[in-house]
């Protein structure tokens, strides 16, 4: 896989940059493909890092609060069926030789709520996967309860990556959906569909085997070897962010998957997934953004540039401007201020529209930066502003920007595209 001219661009444009404060907003390549992870490798290295994994801590017992609910006691109705699959449930615990609620799904309530059935799902969907855990483990682990957590873990990040238009935000999430995309690829997106699936079966199911069935659908779908990636990645994400700074670099594949990176983007793949200050998922579209800090740059891109090219050492007086660079800015202010005027007869003019609920959505880092920014004619740009303040059939009869803020990051742009060519702006 080559790397793209738009992304070597914006390589050379950020070597020698001293300013460590600056922050890169970019489209992340996905058109490379999976790393490969043996079973081998895969179980040593969950065989190291369960050890070291904070465990949920939870009683077995059945006995509920407030009333000694046990199961088989539950009412007609509607709640038939839930007490049914929560006897399959607490069966299905037994026969596993840890009777009781193994997966602790039932600290809430009597019956299994829906985002309890998407995290046994998840578990029976993995579960085959920790089978081979060394045996030294198993005998200092109970490996219910290691699935449990795992399940738990896996189920939460992947509900988040997987939501409506997700926006994440700097932290553990965003660290292990970017390291998700640098092991996966072009499969990242198959996974998050395969999920949303599982999701969806899970929310329906009102037997034990319909959730049994969607969880081992789930790891066909996705096979064997993103199975394992899934669970490695969810390994090293359980807990805070430092966990993931210790043991992702640790993981099998991972220095395939950062040389993969890197040759794509010259990007250092843990600085971005520890340093990525929002990640942005348009499943419609198949894409994913990311605000990125500078320092993410990868030290063999930086190593050898040269201040005179891409971007220079010119200030900002000299309005120095870094070539297809996705430089970002914290305001529309301080974008002005290292861009200067628009020019003479021009308005600077934002694709995706800089209103607040845009700003706080997916950060003013996305929308003031030099990819959708762009320079228009005076008298268009009011033409433009004037249209999205209209009301208009394809959006529905609503004020166009009213409608347009409903919409994903990646829409948004499409349409604002759309709108410039239409205007004349764009070809």
């Known amino acids: 896989m080559r ?83 929560t006897r399959s449930y607490m069966r299905h615990c037994e026969q596993r030789g840890t009777p009781g609620d193994c997966f602790t799904r039932l600290e809430d309530g009597p019956f299994l709520q829906e985002d309890d059935k998407r995290s046994i799902a998840m578990a029976l969907a993995v579960g085959p996967a920790l089978e081979g855990v060394d045996a ?49 690829g072009f499969e990242f997106f198959d996974l998050i569909r395969a999920y949303r699936r599982l999701s969806e079966e899970a929310a329906r199911a009102t037997t034990f085997a319909e ?3 969607a969880g081992e659908r789930f790891g066909r779908v ?36 950062s040389r993969t990176i890197e040759f794509n983007t010259g990007w250092s793949l843990m600085d971005a997934a520890v340093g990525a200050e929002r ?46 660079g996705h430089r970002a800015f914290k305001s529309f202010d301080d974008f002005k201020d290292f861009m200067g005027p628009a020019g003479e007869g021009k308005q600077w003019h934002h694709i995706v529209e800089q209103r607040n609920v845009n700003v706080e959505r997916f950060g003013s880092e996305a929308i003031h930066n030099t990819e959708n920014v762009i320079a228009v004619d005076k008298a ?15 959006a529905g009869g609503m004020v166009v920007r009213e409608w347009l803020r409903t919409q994903s990051y990646e829409k948004q742009r499409a349409f604002g595209l759309m709108v410039l060519r239409q205007f004349g702006v764009a070809p």
């Not at 070597?8 to 489209?27: M, N, S, Y």
């Not at 996705?222 to 993981?251: D, F, H, M, W, Y």
């Open 380 to 394: 268009k740009h009011d033409a433009i502003s004037a249209f999205y303040s209209s009301k208009d059939p394809q």
């Open 136 to 184: 030294e483990v198993r005998a200092m682990l109970d490996p219910t309860r290691v699935l449990a957590t795992l399940s738990i873990s896996i189920t939460a990040y992947m509900a988040l990556v997987a939501a409506p238009d997700p926006v994440l935000t700097k932290g553990v999430a965003a660290g292990a959906a970017l390291l998700l995309w640098g092991y996966l």
């Open 211 to 213: 959730l049994r069935e």
């Open 279 to 324: 990640v942005i998922v348009s499943m419609p579209e198949g894409t994913l953004r990311a605000v990125l800090p500078m320092t993410a740059v990868a030290m063999t891109a930086r190593g050898g540039g040269d201040k005179s090219s891409g971007g220079g050492s010119g200030t900002p007086k000299e309005g120095r401007v870094l070539p297809n």
């Open 222 to 257: 996705i096979g064997p070897n993103s199975v394992r990636i899934l669970v490695l990645v969810g390994t090293a994400a359980v807990g805070e962010t430092a966990a993931l700074v210790s043991k992702a670099p640790k993981l099998p594949g991972f220095e395939q998957a």
């Open 3 to 85: 790397q793209s001219s738009e992304t070597r661009k914006w390589t050379e444009a950020a070597r020698g940059e001293a300013d460590h404060d600056a922050l890169l907003f970019a489209r992340l390549p996905t058109d490379f493909g999976p790393v490969r992870v043996g079973d081998a490798e895969f179980k040593a290295a969950l065989s190291r890092m369960v050890l070291d994994m904070p465990l949920r801590v939870a009683s077995s017992a059945p006995e509920r609060r407030g009333g000694g609910w046990m199961p088989g006691t539950g009412g007609s109705g509607g709640e038939a069926w839930q007490a049914e699959l």
